[in-house]
Structure formats: structure tokens, C-alpha cells
């Protein structure tokens, strides 16, 4: 079945850690987002990337970073410049115009 | 740019109760509106969509109608459950022309529903 992974489900990171949040997805999708989730609350776009070895800021980049080097992965690391990753993360994928799908999400916990 | 408006939340209603989640949009080019569920702990799920103006999207008892005249993409459902109690999301995606990929998709603040019995 078509679907798009992130791994890992729970992730603890201690202060001045960088983490690695992991996103795949086999959809053939050229489209592919971060989002951070914070306590009901909406969405904040990270990163984004239409295209492979591309990539552009969302609206709260700082503090993150991304990599696009194949059409199935986007993965987002949390850099130590990130002073409040505490958060739900979400990566979705979509096609031209079409809706997007969404992971299970990442639940990252500064210890 | 583009961007979506939803009303304000949280939304306390009885089972049984008449659902209305108001969304309204700004948008260059044709969008394509969908609505978005998302329960405790997990990502989002698709509920509906509709990709051009008077279509009407429904699923699970839930339906919205693209207004192009107004802008609107309100969500509705007869009867609501306790089951339904959830954040929801009204989004927008425009394919524009001469565009091979995806384009950027944009949210709502997102609404929470809570059904008591």
C-alpha cells in the first residue's frame, strides 16, 4: 500500500542534541512539507520541497534544517539552535493541485 | 497569497446536534478545498474534498460546498457522534499552470470539536 512513514514515533533529545526526524514516502509524490504542531494549536510550515535537491523556508525555518536527495525522502533534523523543539512534528507529500497526505507524526521531547 | 480562515473554537456540542464549521479562503488561480481531521495523537486524515466552484464533497455523514462567490468552503453534518470529537482543518492547494509538482498547501488555524453524550 501507498503511504508516506515517519520515524521515530517518540523521540528525546537532550539539550544541544541534534535529532533526525525521518520521512518516506512511496506515493511518487514531487511535493513534500514539515510542520511543527505545538499544544492545540494549528500548523507552522518548516521546510517544503517541490522538487528533489530542492528545497525553500517555511515560516519558522530557524533552528531546522532539511535535505532532499531522493523523490521518497525528506528527512528534518532539529538542530541545537532550535531553543523550543518540544513539539508534534508532521510531514505530509502531495501531488500538482491534489491533496496532501499526512505521516502518524513524530513526537519530540526535550530531557 | 493565498490563505484560509476558520472560525474560532473550541465547538461544545450535544450528540445529535446540528455541526457547522465555517471556512472561507483568499487564493490566486483555481484552489482545491479539502477538510482535514485530525484525532488526538495522529496526523491528519482527508475527509472530504472538492476541486472546483458548486462541487459538493462528503464523507462519513460530513459535506462541504466550494462557493466560489463567497469564498466559502464550510463544513456541515446533520447529526454529529461522540466519535466525531476531533481538531478539524480547512485547506486549500493550487495547481498552477505550467506547474509539473506539487504546490504549497495552506491551512487553517484548525477547529476543535468536542461531542458530549
Known amino acids: 500500500d501507498g503511504g508516506i512513514t515517519q520515524s521515530p514515533k517518540y523521540l528525546f533529545r537532550k539539550e544541544g542534541q541534534n535529532v533526525t526526524l525521518s520521512c518516506e514516502q512511496n506515493?511518487?509524490?514531487?511535493?513534500m512539507y514539515w510542520y511543527r504542531q505545538d499544544p492545540g494549536q494549528g500548523l507552522r510550515l518548516i521546510y517544503y520541497?517541490?522538487?528533489?535537491?530542492?528545497?525553500q523556508k517555511g515560516d519558522i525555518a530557524e533552528g531546522y534544517s532539511v535535505s532532499r536527495e531522493k523523490k521518497e525522502s525528506f528527512p528534518l533534523t532539529v538542530t541545537s539552535a532550535q531553543k523550543n523543539p518540544t513539539a508534534f512534528y508532521l510531514c505530509?507529500?502531495?501531488?500538482?493541485?491534489?491533496?496532501?497526505?499526512f505521516g502518524q507524526g513524530t513526537r519530540l521531547t526535550v530531557v | 497569497g493565498n490563505s484560509v480562515t476558520q472560525m474560532e473554537g473550541p465547538v461544545t456540542l450535544s450528540e445529535e446536534a446540528f455541526l457547522t464549521i465555517n471556512c472561507t479562503y483568499t487564493?490566486?488561480?483555481?484552489?482545491?478545498l479539502f477538510w482535514y481531521v485530525q484525532y488526538p495523537g495522529e496526523g491528519l486524515q482527508l475527509l472530504l474534498k472538492?476541486?472546483?466552484?458548486?462541487d459538493k464533497g462528503s464523507n462519513k455523514g460530513f459535506e462541504a460546498t466550494y462557493r466560489k462567490e463567497t469564498t466559502s468552503f464550510h463544513l456541515e453534518k446533520g447529526s454529529v457522534q461522540v466519535s466525531d470529537s476531533a481538531v478539524y482543518f480547512c485547506?486549500?492547494?493550487?495547481?498552477?499552470?505550467?506547474?509539473?509538482?506539487?504546490?504549497?498547501?495552506?491551512f487553517g488555524e484548525g477547529t476543535q470539536l468536542t461531542v458530549n453524550p
Open positions: 485547506a486549500l492547494n493550487v495547481g498552477l499552470p505550467g506547474e509539473t509538482s506539487g504546490s504549497r498547501l495552506t
Open positions: 520541497s517541490q522538487i528533489v535537491n530542492d528545497f
Open positions: 472538492a476541486t472546483k466552484a458548486d
Open positions: 506515493l511518487n509524490h514531487d511535493a
Open positions: 505530509a507529500s502531495n501531488g500538482r493541485g491534489t491533496e496532501a497526505f
Open positions: 487564493a490566486t488561480g483555481y484552489p482545491s
